[in-house]
């Protein structure tokens, strides 16, 4: 069965300061990975994904996320949070069998001044 | 790129009572769209596939007969939950998958709020 780990249920930082939000995966074939964002009141949002081409990906606004398969991880990173990047964040694998997707329970990223 | 919709976005409904909720495909046809349940500050769970044609592939677990799933056109999926309960108050997401399938667009979301 596939299925995703959040490690952190809440992520705190500065400003200016690099971001990190963890992600290991399970799966017993070569996954497709997502990272949504979600903001208060408003739909999800693909930040990025990966299909099984480069293992680093970017995204919008600045996010990254490293495949590694040795690791079985799918980190999201940033380099210089901004305040609007406080969120709730979901890392994500697709059923191997049709096109559903497994969320992860979420990482709420918090942005203090 | 490509929008899903959904409607009402807000709803409350008084116990015993059914609701429908609406999810469009505003610009792109969908034979498949998903519905997912999230309670306050956890996950997004698949609750269902819907399914163009034909009948909705539930997740286990789900009670078919009390979230009911028309996939009625190739752009509207609906979702009525019947004999709502105070249980049943959630936040209902859909979606519909992108062409190629690698990707997923999705709803902005329905509060429900059964009193």
């Known amino acids: 069965a596939q299925s995703v780990t959040q490690l952190d249920s809440h992520v705190s930082v500065s400003e200016g300061t690099p971001v990190l939000l963890r992600c290991n995966y399970s799966s017993s074939y070569s996954p497709s990975l997502f990272w949504y964002v979600q903001h208060p009141n408003k739909g999800l949002q693909l930040l990025l994904k990966y299909t099984s081409a480069a293992t680093l990906v970017k995204g919008i606004n600045g996010f990254e996320a490293e495949f590694k398969k040795s690791e079985t991880s799918f980190h999201l990173t940033k380099p210089s949070a901004h305040m609007s990047d406080a969120a709730e964040y979901f890392c994500v694998v697709r059923k191997v069998a049709g096109t559903a997707l497994i969320f992860g329970k979420g990482t709420t990223l918090s942005v203090s001044s | 790129g490509a929008v899903v919709s959904q409607h009402p976005s807000w709803v409350i409904c008084k116990s015993g009572t059914s609701v429908k909720i609406e999810c469009r495909s505003l610009d792109f046809q969908a034979t498949t769209m998903f519905w997912y349940r999230q309670f306050p500050k956890q996950s997004l769970m698949l609750m269902a596939t819907?399914?163009?044609?034909?009948?909705?592939?539930?997740e286990q677990g789900v009670e078919k007969d009390k979230f009911l799933i028309n996939h009625a056109s190739l752009t509207l999926s609906t979702l009525t939950v019947t004999s709502a309960h105070p249980e049943d108050s959630s936040f209902y997401i859909c979606?519909?998958?992108?062409?190629?399938?690698?990707?997923?667009?999705f709803g902005p979301g329905t509060r429900l709020t059964v009193t």
């Open positions: 819907s399914n163009e044609g034909s009948k909705a592939t539930y």
């Open positions: 979606s519909a998958p992108s062409r190629d399938y690698y990707e997923q667009y």
